[in-house]
């Protein structure tokens, strides 16, 4: 229900932006946008919280200044990458076109599917794995074959694709 309302309240607000700004209202509308999914989800909250007391803020100091950099550090994590290919964007684009872009755009596409299909391996297989151990060395161990066995999925595609880059470009780069 949460995320029904937050998407269709998401589209309204983007729809209103646009009307009433034009493009920097739809620019707007764009970052604002997944912000609802948490106002929305806090609004029901609230709505059906018997205990407000647990939101009250305590200035314990250290614990505070430790949580706000991991925030920063976070926040400059999640960042720096977005900010990275508009700035590589904007380079290529002037110095060789548009299309080079869209090459470029599609080989870090293929990469942040590739990046996503690691991340789940590790969130859904390696740290249930990891955490069932008993000793540090066993999860080392673990950690190491896990490692060793994507390093060798890894190589293998690898000399897979390079055995059949002419046949992949030519099937990618066709007229048809």
Not at 20 to 48: E, K, M, Q
Not at 51 to 68: A, G, R
Request: aromatic letters at 12%; charged letters at 10%; glycine letters at 6%.
């Amino acid at each position: 229900t949460i995320q029904i309302v937050a998407n269709i309240l998401s589209l309204a607000l983007l729809v209103l932006f646009t009307e009433s700004v034009g493009l920097h209202g739809a620019i707007f509308g764009l970052i604002v946008g997944p912000a609802t999914t948490g106002a929305v989800a806090l609004w029901r909250f609230f709505r059906n919280a018997p205990h407000y007391k647990m939101f009250h803020i305590v200035w314990n100091w250290p614990p505070l200044k430790n949580l706000l950099s991991y925030a920063a550090v976070m926040a400059s994590s999640v960042a720096a990458v977005p900010l990275a290919q508009l700035l590589i964007r904007i380079d290529l684009s002037d110095r060789l076109g548009w299309e080079a872009v869209g090459y470029w755009q599609a080989v870090a596409k293929i990469s942040d599917a590739n990046m996503q299909f690691i991340g789940v391996i590790i969130i859904n297989y390696l740290l249930p794995q990891l955490s069932s151990r008993q000793d540090a060395m066993s999860a080392l161990r673990g950690l190491f074959r896990t490692g060793a066995q994507l390093l060798a999925l890894l190589v293998a595609v690898c000399a897979l694709i390079y055995a059949a880059r002419y046949y992949i470009i030519l099937s990618i780069y066709s007229e048809e």
